[in-house]
């Protein structure tokens, strides 16, 4: 059920071109190295406690949700440092300020411990190899691959882009064999979306890989 809701919704997101521009993603610190993030582990919890975006947030196609967040892994663990929203400047005419939120969503929290997340994150670094216009599309020449229980690091990948796409093979084959996938690709491939096999397979490899890379 769960499946259905979630592939149900980024249909429709996808149908009104939410994601047909480059996304701007969160940052995150691993040994002292910032890289970008191509996953949304903040997305959770937000939701749980039904976050609404401030009526000052600037929205934009190269950000739909509204917010950028800041993340660090120190001593093994998963860390919020920072969570931004993009208001208008006071100051230019034209011109947009970061603003830091992170003490509203988490008020009186000193260190903040991601334990509402359980998944795999997407780290990207070195050249872009092939360069789509779309959410988190692009390639890249090196992964790391954060695998991630409760907020504690419980597999860290560093691979080369062949190594990362037989990685993901991988964990898409044992996806399969799963009742979920089976579920969600029959949801697919029938009712209102009646995707063909190969359009239900393309869009489950690239929207459910947080999933199926924490497997």
Known sequence: MKFRIIGAILISVISFGCFATAQIPDAIEINDVKYRLNTNPLEKYLAEIKWEKPENASISSANWRGYLAAWKVEAGNLLLTDMTISVSSETEEYGYDNVSILKSV??????????????????????????????????????????????????????????????????????????????????????????????????????????????
């Open 106 to 215: 988490f008020p009186n929290k000193n260190e903040i411990l991601a334990a509402w997340y359980s998944g795999a994150l997407i780290v990207p670094y070195g050249e872009i190899t092939n360069y789509v216009h779309m959410g988190y599309g692009s390639s890249y020449e090196n992964y790391i691959v954060l695998r991630i229980k409760n907020g504690v690091v419980i597999e860290h990948l560093d691979l080369a882009a062949s190594e990362f796409e037989k990685y993901k093979h991988r964990k898409f084959q044992t996806f399969k064999e799963t009742k979920k996938f089976q579920d969600e690709l029959k949801n697919l491939m029938g009712g209102k979306y009646n995707w063909t096999e190969e359009q239900a397979l393309s869009f489950m490899q690239s929207f459910y890989a947080e999933y199926y890379l924490s497997l």
